[in-house]
Each structure stands twice: as C-alpha cells, then as structure tokens.
C-alpha cells in the first residue's frame, strides 16, 4: 500500500455561487427571490438571503429583493404524501373558532380550493 493510499481523501471545496454583478442586475430589474435563486443557481432562500447581505455590506446600500421575506407558514404547500397542511394560526385564522372534531366539504371553483364548514 502506497503512502498516497493511507492519507484520507478530502472533501470537494465547494464554490460560491455568489455573483455580486448578477446579483445587482436581478434586484434593479426587481426580480423576485425565485427567479434571482433560478439565476444564480441557488438552491436554498437563506443562502440567497447571506448573498443579498454581502452585497448590501460590499456596495453599503440597502437593497430590497422581493418575495424575500415572505412566510412560508402563510402560504401552504403540498408534501411528498400529496397533502396539504393548513395551520390555522400561521393564516390568522382563530377568529373562525374551530374546535377538534369540525369537517368541512372541500370544493374546487374556478381553480380555488373552497372549504364549507359543516355546521351540526
């Protein structure tokens, strides 16, 4: 066995994706976050969110990328059991008074999910 053999293989050096030229091209053409991610091939909000500070802490202005800081708790998605969860308390919802045990009839209208409370 060869002494190349015994030392330990080191990991890939993963490299930056950060683009300050690009970056501050998509946020003056007022791209949103998804598209300045699909751009810059990112893959992760929080990364872009490290990038748009180090261009605000390199350029020493304030910049304002939309769709950044929008919740992901008030906008529901589908899960990899096809399901969609819906925390009433994320949409501001306590006000409808919803207790364990209350169904609802679900309806598509014009491509919108409607929920109808059953009332007993």
Do not use: W
Not at 30 to 53: C, F, P, R, W
Not at 61 to 89: A, D, Q
Request: charged content about 30%.
């Amino acid at each position: 066995m060869s002494k190349k053999d015994d030392q330990p293989t080191k990991a890939p050096k993963i490299e930056s994706k950060y683009n300050p030229t690009l970056l501050r091209e998509c946020i003056k053409n007022n791209d949103s976050a998804t598209e300045i991610m699909t751009k810059l091939g990112i893959a992760h909000k929080q990364t872009l969110k490290q990038y748009v500070l180090k261009l605000i802490s390199d350029d020493r202005h304030f910049y304002e990328v939309r769709g950044m800081y929008v919740k992901s708790s008030t906008r529901p998605k589908v899960n990899k059991n096809n399901e969609i969860k819906l925390y009433l308390k994320n949409l501001g919802l306590e006000e409808l008074q919803l207790v364990e045990g209350d169904e609802f009839t679900v309806m598509v209208e014009n491509g919108s999910i409607v929920l109808t409370k059953i009332e007993h």
